[in-house]
């Protein structure tokens, strides 16, 4: 496939494609950014990277932790030799303001929210950022990009993110967690809330909130599962909401300065604007072990009906 066919895009405006894959995968017990779950051995990254390409994202950035770069540059060799060369930046512990230090006993770099920042010094236009471990189907990346067409410039602060449906990203194989946003009448994120072991249990699905408050919901709910889209003049902000989490958590060896939380508090003095936008999907995603064959089947299951090509790396 031609990967730089753009969708009649302003040739001022080059896309992005951030891609979180720090994490260690504590719950899966391996790096299951890199695990195969396609037809030809794909993973879920891979799903991603193919179809940001058709929406004419020319760019793919990776934060990684680096001790697993050569994990990465290994398992994504020669994948896509349609595509620019995949860049790396990396997400430290130590990558934090003047004045302050990890606390002793901390091991892993700080969250989400950190991840982001660790691409602030990439040359960037505008973005989409994802999880490298989720599979978040075609439509996402298009309507993304479509949104950040629409932005004036490269420093506006009217961001959005994709929106899906709560009961379309659960597991029956134990908990997950989820942002679960509240959406106002125009369209528009007014609050998110991250809700941490979310299942069902007597017939009432329900999760708790970091201050560990049980919330009872109804699986109608529009979650955001970290797929945003933005420009550099997110950094600032970011950076500043760093600097404020580390003054109140920094001595919190399990503190975990997450995006959405930061988006949430920008969101409450009016300095961003999210629009959330309703995606179709499917999403996909490998929370614990046994979620890996229920996903390996609904990827085949979309080879069948011509979504994706049997083997993305040859498109056939």
């Avoid at 990967?3 to 260690?24: E, K, P, S």
């Avoid at 299951?32 to 891979?46: C, I, M």
């Avoid at 408050?213 to 529009?222: A, F, K, N, V």
């Avoid at 939380?261 to 995603?285: C, H, K, Y």
Wanted: hydrophobic letters at 40%; charged letters at 25%; proline letters at 6%.
């Amino acid at each position: 496939m031609e990967f730089h066919q753009r969708r009649g895009y302003d040739d001022h405006m080059q896309l992005t494609l951030i891609v979180l894959a720090a994490g260690i995968g504590s719950r899966y017990g391996g790096l299951k950014q890199l695990e195969p779950v396609g037809p030809s051995g794909e993973a879920l990254l891979d799903y991603g990277i193919y179809d940001a390409a058709r929406a004419g994202y020319e760019r793919v950035l990776l934060v990684i932790r680096p001790e697993l770069e050569s994990a990465f540059r290994e398992g994504l060799a020669g994948r896509f030799p349609g595509l620019p060369s995949l860049e790396f930046v990396h997400q430290e512990l130590n990558d934090l303001p003047p004045g302050f230090s990890a606390p002793a006993g901390r091991g892993k770099p700080w969250g989400t929210g950190h991840a982001v920042l660790a691409a602030r010094f990439a040359t960037l236009d505008r973005f989409v950022v994802m999880n490298a471990d989720d599979f978040y189907g075609a439509t996402a990346y298009d309507v993304l990009a479509r949104h950040l067409l629409e932005v004036a410039g490269s420093e506006s602060l009217e961001f959005a993110a994709a929106g899906y449906t709560l009961r379309d990203t659960l597991s029956p194989h134990g908990g997950v967690s989820r942002a679960v946003c509240e959406v106002d009448d125009e369209g528009y994120l007014a609050r998110v809330t991250e809700l941490k072991k979310i299942g069902e249990a007597d017939g009432v699905l329900s999760g708790f909130t970091v201050e560990g408050e049980r919330r009872e919901l109804t699986g109608d709910e529009t979650v955001s599962m970290n797929l945003w889209a933005a420009t550099p003049a997110a950094f600032p902000l970011l950076e500043r909401e760093f600097e404020r989490f580390l003054a109140e958590h920094g001595d919190d060896p399990d503190a975990e300065f997450y995006l959405s939380n930061s988006v949430n508090d920008l969101i409450a003095t009016g300095e961003m604007r999210v629009r959330v936008i309703p995606t179709p999907g499917p999403w996909l995603g490998v929370t614990h072990r046994e979620d890996k064959p229920y996903v390996e089947a609904q990827l085949r299951e979309l080879v069948a009906t011509g979504h994706y090509p049997e083997d993305l790396a040859s498109g056939a």
